[in-house]
């Protein structure tokens, strides 16, 4: 008896494997431990942060003492949509939406020649093109852009030298969108825009001109199709659902900035600079957090329709 | 690997504009940081003025002397390393959670993981900011690390789990099957697979805190890392020519982890992982 049980027991076993078996009997246990470290720490911290602020959203200043008043309303709200504070939220949102069409322009080519023709060396270099601007420094990206946009900068200079400075200045004596030179227009805040979230554009394009089959172009082509009506209608809509995944990068970035139409602009406020205003200097937090929520109303939404539109089939 | 063979539509001539407009478009994206490298050796003080009336190593000197650029760049370096450390075990852990099984909320997750950085900077930056002032919360070191941790997870987190989807389960099989128990399988099948992973995803998270500028304007209270000291010189500027070379050696300097991350884990892992 005794001598049987000793053949049959398994060797003996240090505590680490006692634990790790007893874990691989229960895989939901595994999965739950392994989760909740990152899940606490987003939950707390960040979930936690964002109702903090929301909350704040429904408070209001009192006008005379600029004082927090505690009560639930919903007047902060009302705040929001009289007109210079609603202009502010309009200018944002035309400005997301141009940059976002722009670099859906700009950058389909590029994601087009990285995914279609550049192999081995090339496909590196098309790599190291759109990561080293995505990675480096954004204010360093911006600052180059203000040396670039100056009054006696790069771009007056070339224009000057092609003999096209009259262009530059038709352009900056456009009603609306010119100014006194690029660096204070708008057509300067866009064009950094364009330039800083451009590779969040063509990185989902490229993923999703990566899975579109050879065979699909071919089969256009020998059907006939020139190759202007097979990229309308072959590559095109296979490509839609990565424009849209990168839309959704430029738009929400462009919503949230405060910093480029700081330093590169015409000085009107976008939602960004309104936050940081009225939650600095202003001292209305209230404001501030109605301000806040608009972007991510504005998100919410967006990113339904893209879910439709099968962008996170592409993300 | 095979897609886009079509030798017909290469031939044609839309190929060729389609070539052109592509080159043009990289031209945009790298002649900005050309640019920086040529300020840093101008001679002029006072404006940007093009082309630069001389060139001179001179402000090199000038910004080496200068402590208030070291103690800022020490900063950003500490937060940076801190914050990476925090987000590599983090973001680790639950890459393993949602690429071992399919169990419910896993979306959630996923979601949970990315918001921080789908969301607008500036609403991570005044969350966390209205957050420290309700809990009455002095701003410190740490108050820095917690929102730059908070969006450097979904880094690692991404790099982890592409590398994962590749790692085959029958590996894990059969390391268990030949007597490992879970932690000998980990420590000798599944991290010598993802540690390139986990260390170009850390090399990208470090490069994330180390530049990151709006949700720290809202975390930092007084302290002063380098992007800050940055935004400072970019509204009032005090010396230009000391920024130019700041500029210079930041641009100099992301070189690194980004060519490390491509020799890492190759462009089409990158590529999956950043846009993910």
Same mark, same amino acid.
């Given at each position: 008896?005794?001598?049987?049980?000793?053949?049959?027991?398994?060797?003996?076993?240090?505590?680490?494997?006692?634990?790790?078996? @007893?874990?691989?009997?229960?895989?939901?246990?595994?999965?739950?431990?392994?989760?909740?470290?990152?899940?606490?720490?987003?939950?707390?911290?960040?979930?936690?942060?964002?109702?903090?602020?929301?909350?704040?959203?429904?408070?209001?200043?009192?006008?005379?003492?600029?004082?927090?008043?505690?009560?639930?309303?919903?007047?902060?709200?009302?705040?929001?949509?009289?007109?210079?504070?609603?202009?502010?939220?309009?200018?944002?949102?035309?400005?997301?939406?141009?940059?976002?069409?722009?670099?859906?322009?700009? @950058?389909?080519?590029?994601?087009?020649?990285?995914?279609?023709?550049?192999?081995?060396?090339?496909?590196?270099?098309?790599?190291?093109?759109?990561?080293?601007?995505?990675?480096?420094?954004?204010?360093?990206?911006?600052?180059?852009?203000?040396?670039?946009?100056?009054?006696?900068?790069?771009?007056?200079?070339?224009?000057?030298?092609?003999?096209?400075?009259?262009?530059?200045?038709?352009?900056?004596?456009?009603?609306?969108?010119?100014?006194?030179?690029?660096?204070?227009?708008?057509?300067?805040?866009?064009?950094?825009?364009?330039?800083?979230?451009?590779?969040?554009?063509?990185?989902?394009?490229?993923? #999703?001109?990566?899975?579109?089959?050879?065979?699909?172009?071919?089969?256009?082509?020998?059907?006939?199709?020139?190759?202007?009506?097979?990229?309308?209608?072959?590559?095109?809509?296979? #490509?839609?659902? @990565?424009?849209?995944? @990168?839309?959704?990068?430029?738009?929400?970035?462009?919503?949230?900035?405060?910093?480029?139409?700081?330093?590169?602009?015409?000085?009107?406020?976008?939602?960004?600079?309104?936050?940081?205003?009225?939650?600095?200097?202003?001292?209305?937090?209230?404001?501030?957090?109605?301000?806040?929520?608009?972007?991510?109303?504005?998100?919410?939404?967006?990113?339904?329709?893209?879910?439709?539109?099968?962008?996170?089939?592409?993300? | 690997?095979?897609?886009?063979?079509?030798?017909?539509?290469?031939?044609?001539?839309?190929?060729?504009? $389609?070539?052109?407009?592509?080159?043009?478009?990289?031209?945009?994206?790298?002649?900005?940081?050309?640019?920086?490298?040529?300020?840093?050796?101008?001679?002029?003080?006072?404006?940007?003025?093009?082309?630069?009336?001389?060139?001179?190593?001179?402000?090199?000197?000038?910004?080496?002397?200068?402590?208030?650029?070291?103690?800022? /760049?020490?900063?950003?370096?500490?937060?940076?390393?801190?914050?990476?450390?925090?987000? /590599?075990?983090?973001?680790?852990?639950?890459?393993?959670?949602?690429?071992?099984?399919?169990?419910?909320?896993?979306?959630? $997750?996923?979601?949970?993981?990315? /918001?921080?950085?789908? /969301?607008?900077?500036?609403?991570?930056?005044?969350?966390?900011?209205?957050?420290?002032?309700?809990?009455?919360?002095?701003?410190?070191?740490?108050?820095?690390?917690?929102?730059?941790?908070?969006?450097?997870?979904?880094?690692?987190?991404?790099?982890?789990?592409?590398?994962?989807?590749?790692?085959?389960?029958?590996?894990?099989?059969?390391?268990?099957?030949?007597?490992?128990?879970?932690?000998?399988?980990?420590?000798?099948?599944?991290?010598?697979?993802?540690?390139?992973?986990?260390?170009?995803?850390?090399?990208?998270?470090?490069?994330?805190?180390?530049?990151?500028?709006?949700?720290?304007?809202?975390?930092?209270?007084?302290?002063?890392?380098?992007?800050?000291?940055?935004?400072?010189?970019?509204?009032?500027?005090?010396?230009?020519?000391?920024?130019?070379?700041?500029?210079?050696?930041?641009?100099?300097?992301?070189?690194?982890?980004?060519?490390?991350?491509?020799?890492?884990?190759?462009?089409?892992?990158?590529?999956?992982?950043?846009?993910?």
């Amino acid at each position: 008896m005794s001598v049987a049980t000793e053949i049959i027991a398994p060797p003996p076993q240090s505590a680490a494997a006692r634990l790790a078996d @007893g874990l691989w009997r229960r895989p939901g246990l595994v999965v739950a431990l392994l989760l909740a470290p990152a899940l606490l720490w987003l939950a707390v911290v960040y979930l936690g942060s964002l109702a903090t602020l929301l909350r704040q959203s429904f408070f209001s200043l009192e006008e005379f003492s600029g004082l927090v008043v505690e009560d639930y309303t919903l007047s902060t709200y009302a705040e929001l949509l009289q007109p210079s504070n609603f202009e502010i939220i309009k200018r944002t949102v035309l400005m997301a939406a141009a940059v976002s069409v722009a670099s859906a322009i700009v @950058g389909f080519p590029i994601a087009y020649v990285a995914a279609r023709y550049a192999r081995g060396a090339w496909k590196a270099a098309f790599y190291i093109a759109v990561m080293l601007p995505l990675w480096s420094s954004y204010l360093v990206k911006v600052y180059a852009w203000k040396l670039i946009l100056a009054r006696e900068g790069i771009l007056t200079w070339t224009f000057g030298k092609l003999g096209l400075g009259f262009v530059l200045d038709g352009l900056l004596a456009l009603p609306g969108v010119g100014g006194g030179s690029l660096s204070t227009s708008y057509i300067g805040t866009f064009l950094v825009f364009l330039y800083i979230w451009l590779p969040y554009m063509i990185l989902p394009t490229q993923a #999703a001109l990566e899975r579109v089959p050879g065979s699909l172009i071919n089969a256009s082509s020998d059907l006939g199709a020139t190759p202007w009506a097979t990229f309308r209608h072959v590559i095109l809509p296979l #490509a839609a659902p @990565g424009i849209v995944a @990168g839309s959704i990068f430029t738009f929400s970035l462009t919503l949230g900035d405060y910093i480029i139409p700081q330093v590169i602009g015409s000085g009107r406020y976008f939602i960004g600079q309104a936050v940081y205003v009225q939650q600095g200097t202003a001292g209305n937090i209230p404001l501030a957090a109605a301000f806040t929520v608009v972007p991510i109303v504005i998100m919410g939404v967006y990113l339904a329709v893209a879910r439709k539109l099968g962008a996170f089939d592409a993300l | 690997m095979t897609a886009f063979s079509g030798k017909r539509f290469m031939r044609s001539e839309g190929s060729l504009a $389609v070539k052109i407009a592509a080159a043009a478009g990289l031209a945009f994206l790298l002649a900005p940081l050309a640019i920086i490298f040529v300020y840093a050796f101008t001679t002029e003080e006072r404006s940007f003025v093009w082309p630069p009336p001389g060139l001179t190593l001179k402000w090199f000197g000038v910004t080496w002397d200068r402590p208030d650029v070291w103690a800022a /760049l020490m900063l950003s370096v500490r937060v940076a390393a801190v914050a990476t450390i925090l987000a /590599l075990v983090l973001g680790t852990l639950t890459a393993m959670a949602v690429s071992r099984s399919r169990f419910f909320g896993r979306d959630a $997750v996923s979601l949970l993981v990315i /918001l921080p950085i789908a /969301l607008p900077g500036i609403i991570t930056g005044i969350a966390l900011r209205s957050a420290f002032a309700t809990f009455d919360i002095p701003f410190s070191f740490w108050t820095i690390v917690v929102g730059h941790a908070t969006f450097c997870i979904v880094v690692v987190y991404n790099n982890a789990v592409a590398r994962l989807r590749r790692l085959s389960g029958s590996l894990v099989e059969a390391s268990m099957d030949l007597g490992a128990d879970s932690f000998q399988t980990f420590r000798h099948v599944v991290l010598p697979n993802v540690g390139t992973a986990l260390l170009a995803g850390g090399m990208l998270a470090f490069a994330l805190s180390f530049d990151e500028v709006i949700v720290t304007t809202f975390t930092a209270g007084q302290q002063q890392t380098l992007p800050l000291w940055m935004l400072e010189e970019l509204i009032r500027p005090r010396q230009r020519p000391v920024t130019n070379v700041v500029a210079m050696a930041v641009v100099a300097v992301t070189f690194v982890p980004i060519l490390l991350a491509f020799l890492l884990t190759g462009a089409d892992e990158q590529t999956a992982a950043t846009t993910k």
